[in-house]
Every structure is written in structure tokens, then in C-alpha cells.
């Protein structure tokens, strides 16, 4: 069919008119990038900070999730298709943890860690064991007379023999790879008799980023690594114990040197978490801090080079 002179008149606006918009967006990127951010959330619907927002894809093929859980730790580490979770919170946190795994298409485990045997760390472990399939579980290693024998231990320990999943013990100097990432056993260095310094350390590396995740390590736990001689160096820093002054000495931190500091804590914990002290430390030190009390869920995303963060709120 045969365009009238009209039609194409027509035709010819409306091309026009697309071509001037694209141009338009395209100044309007260049000239204030953030500003082009917002107005393009609210065409589409995207709150800012959403996690909807967040493509790892176009980020990299390795992210760290610290789950907002509320009382506790729960951190999802992801690299070219492979997930390990490091401790699941409290007991009544294994469907929250279940809940946000499956938000991130986690059909199966390939690590799970439990850092060490507190409630608030493993406590909702054993719901996430019976919900997913799991290979291999990673474990502190305890002095005979310091394990616990608390139904939430024992829970888990009912899960991981029902599931027949393969149990290591952590073993400081081992090593192991999640997809292309290389995860490193720094601690725990010695059979302590606190369960906070039993706490599984893990140093991962992706590329030239660095990830160093602590559990509840405290300050004793954390000399023996420096006088192991461990290299703690890392770009992300979860910090030990929720921010309690017990960890994250200063000659620890000038040993880690991170850029980005990430916390989990509840917004009422009766410790009083994060403590001023350490936070003054973070700050003093120039590390950017994030706290799921007031971020929500936070995301770390690499591409092997650089890194980004995003928040749910």
C-alpha cells in the first residue's frame, strides 16, 4: 500500500521526534549521570537503592549478599554459578535465609559454613539444610571440652547426618574454589576454648578483590593470625562479632586495610552493637561502613577489578 504525502509527513515527525528524545537522554546521561539514575527508577518503577535494580551480570560474575536477618550473621557468596553460604542466623531466621536464597535462584549449595557453633550463626542452618540440597558443609574445629551441646548444635548436626551431606572441618592453610574465586581457611589457628574465637575465617579472592569474612573473631584469635604471619589484606571487611569492641583491634584493621566494612546487626540488640569505639575506628581509617540495621540487605557485586554496593533501602 502506497503512502499518502500526509502519512509521510506524519512518518517523518515521529522519526524525528524519537531521534531528538534519544539525543536528548543521551546529553542528559553525560552531562548529569546520577540525575539520568532517578529519572530512569521512576520511569520504570524502580526504587532506588531496590535490590531490583542490581544486575550482577552487568557487574561480574562474583557477589557477597549480607542478609538483613536481625540478630545474627547470614552471607551468600556467589561466583560463575556456584553458592556458599556462610551461617544462617538464628533459628527462627532458616526461612527468612530459605526466603531471600530463592529470591536469588539458589536451587543448590555447593559450600555451606558454619562459622561457629552460637545460635546466632547456626541457628537457622538446619532449616536451610532441609529446604536445599547442599555438598559439602564446613565446620569449626572445638577443643573436646568447649562443644556445645545445645539442641540448636545438635539440630544441625541431625540435619547434616538426615541429608547425608559430606561435613570437613575447617583446617587454617587449606583451600578450596567457589566457581573461579579462590577461598582461603586463615582461622581458626588454635583449639580455643571460646566459641567466638572457634569462628571459621575466610578469605576469598576474586580477581584482584579481596573478601574477608570473620564470624564473631575476637581480638585474641585475631593477633594469632597476624603473628601467623596470615596475609588479611582485603578491599571488604565483614567485621568480627557485629562491630563489638572485643574485635577489630586497630593493629588487626591496619592489617586488613579495607576500603568497605560491612555489619550486621539488629536494630535493638541488648549489646549495645555496633560499639562507638569500633565505628570511630572504621571511620578514622576512611572505610566506607554499611549495616543491614540501616541499609537492609546489602549487595557487593566485582567484576575481578572493581567493586559496587547496593542497598535495599
Not at 231 to 246: E, F, I, M, N, R
Request: charged share 25%.
Amino acid at each position: 500500500m502506497k503512502m499518502t504525502k500526509k502519512q509521510k509527513q506524519k512518518l517523518t515527525k515521529l522519526v524525528l521526534s524519537v531521534v531528538v528524545l534519544l539525543v536528548g537522554l543521551l546529553v542528559y546521561r553525560l552531562v548529569d549521570p546520577s540525575g539520568f539514575q532517578e529519572r530512569w527508577n521512576e520511569w520504570f518503577g524502580i526504587e532506588e537503592g531496590s535490590l531490583e535494580s542490581v544486575s550482577v551480570a552487568d557487574n561480574g560474575n562474583f557477589s557477597v549478599h549480607m542478609i538483613d536477618v536481625g540478630i545474627g550473621d547470614a552471607l551468600l557468596v556467589q561466583c560463575d554459578g556456584k553458592n556458599m553460604l556462610i551461617d544462617a542466623a538464628e533459628n527462627d531466621a532458616g526461612d527468612r535465609v530459605f526466603s531471600y536464597l530463592s529470591s536469588q535462584g539458589v536451587k543448590k549449595l555447593d559450600i555451606a559454613v558454619g562459622t561457629h557453633a552460637h545460635s546466632d550463626h547456626i541457628g537457622g542452618l538446619d532449616t536451610v539444610l532441609s529446604k536445599i540440597p547442599c555438598d559439602r558443609v564446613y565446620l569449626s574445629d572445638m577443643a573436646e571440652e568447649a562443644t556445645p551441646t545445645t539442641k540448636t548444635y545438635l539440630d544441625l548436626l541431625t540435619v547434616i547426618s538426615e541429608k547425608k551431606i559430606p561435613v570437613t572441618k575447617a583446617e587454617a592453610g587449606k583451600s578450596f574454589y567457589l566457581g573461579s574465586a579462590k577461598v582461603e581457611i586463615l582461622g581458626p589457628r588454635e583449639l580455643y576454648d571460646d566459641l567466638n574465637e572457634t569462628s571459621i575465617v575466610l578469605k576469598v579472592t576474586y580477581g584482584s578483590t579481596k573478601f574477608l569474612f570473620t564470624g564473631d573473631m575476637e581480638s585474641g584469635a585475631e593477633k594469632d593470625l597476624i603473628d601467623a604471619g596470615c596475609d588479611l589484606s582485603a578491599d571488604v571487611l565483614k567485621v568480627g562479632h557485629h562491630g563489638s569492641s572485643t574485635s577489630t583491634s586497630k593493629r588487626f584493621l591496619n592489617a586488613v586495610s579495607p576500603s568497605i566494612a560491612l555489619i550486621s546487626v539488629d536494630e535493638d540488640n541488648e549489646y549495645g552493637h555496633p560499639h562507638s569505639e569500633i565505628m570511630k575506628r572504621l571511620q578514622n581509617a576512611d572505610v566506607e561502613i554499611y549495616i543491614t540495621r540501616d541499609e537492609g540487605n546489602i549487595v557487593v557485586v566485582s567484576d575481578g577489578k572493581k567493586i559496587a554496593v547496593r542497598t535495599e533501602k
